[in-house]
């Protein structure tokens, strides 16, 4: 996987633009395994190294695909049926997308737990992220509020991987980001959560206090 991703990096950071952006995003958003690290971190990173490409316009292209992937995941979720999905995740190729009951359980119980808000955070929670649609769509949710929330979890999660991408950009090479990316995705992407939860436990004091 390493090595895959090492690969991946090293060619996104050559011929990434806002169509790649889209496309990847939506990738990583679906049911196909594919980490959002090594998509807008890169992208962010040539925005800064070449400026043909703006933050804002790489994480609104970013939100889009997810949001794009996620209603794939949704439609599917929504038409097929449980039986389906399930029969889908314990087959061989839902074990070749990283796939199985046991994740979807997972999913559904978080989104049972906490309902539709869970789609929003639930964008940003490894494990999770790419598989919170299917229970959304299972449950019938709401296509605008389904729509809303996951954009506003995307977009916080993309905001905060192209933070990263620029602030690598002024501590080191391209080769050495490559490096990074290919053996840390996972450490990047836990500590990405980690922002996260301080700012909404910054947030809920606020209010709080409000």
């Known amino acids: 996987m390493e090595e895959i991703i090492l690969h991946l990096t090293n060619g996104a950071l050559d011929n990434l633009n806002y169509g790649w952006v889209i496309l990847f995003m939506a990738i990583e958003s679906s049911f196909i395994p594919f980490p959002s690290e090594v998509v807008m971190i890169p992208a962010a990173y040539m925005a800064a190294e070449t ?6 316009l790489i994480i609104l292209c970013g939100t889009l695909g997810a949001l794009i992937g996620a209603l794939v995941n949704y439609g599917l979720a929504y038409s097929l049926g449980r039986p389906i999905v399930y029969a889908f995740a314990n087959s061989r190729w839902g074990h070749m997308c990283l796939i199985d009951a046991a ?3 997972k999913a559904e119980a978080y989104f049972d737990k906490r309902g ?8 940003m929670i490894p494990a999770i992220r790419q598989l919170i649609s299917i229970p959304a769509g299972l449950a019938k949710m709401n296509l605008v509020s389904f729509c809303l929330y ?3 979890g995307a977009g916080v999660w993309n905001t ?3 933070a990263i991408g620029a602030a690598f950009h002024s501590t080191m090479p391209k080769q050495e980001l490559i490096s990074i990316i290919a053996h840390y995705s996972h450490i990047i992407g836990v500590s990405a959560i980690i922002v996260v939860a301080a ?4 947030l809920i004091y606020k209010g709080v206090r409000k």
Request: glycine residues 8%; charged residues 15%; neutral net charge.
């Open 150 to 152: 996951t954009c506003l």
């Open 103 to 105: 994740k979807v359980e």
């Open 199 to 202: 700012i909404i436990a910054f």
């Open 116 to 123: 539709a808000i869970s789609t929003l955070i639930g964008r």
């Open 51 to 56: 400026g043909e490409m703006s933050y804002p």
């Open 160 to 162: 905060i991987l192209v």
